[in-house]
């Protein structure tokens, strides 16, 4: 289905709105992006952060152009250690110390933290 050119994009948008809702967010994905549906991928990326899901979140990312949000990555480990996914946690720690570090030593010493 995905290879036909001739399906519209709200037939898509359908499609991936209906897996999106039994719960396959992987292949909802890929509707979404065939259909440029972005406001599907934004829910996919919400769905994805909110199970702990580092690989569905840097999938939805990537369909959407966006850069990794350090508060999507803090409540993504959070949840990902809830749910034993030690994997998921470990990436989305290790990609959020990145993302934090080089603003961290931008400032100099380190006492520019936002309140």
Known sequence: MLDSAR??????????????????????????????DLEGLSAVKAKA???????LYGLARQFLGEEPLAQDLAVLAERAGAAGLASSQRKANELLATIQSPSQSAGGDGDDKAQ
Do not use: W, Y
């Open 49 to 55: 952060v909110q199970e702990g899901d580092f690989f």
């Open 7 to 36: 399906i519209s994009p709200e037939v898509l948008g359908k499609t991936g709105r209906e897996l999106l809702s039994a719960g396959f967010l992987a292949e909802s994905a890929e509707f979404f992006r065939k259909a440029k």
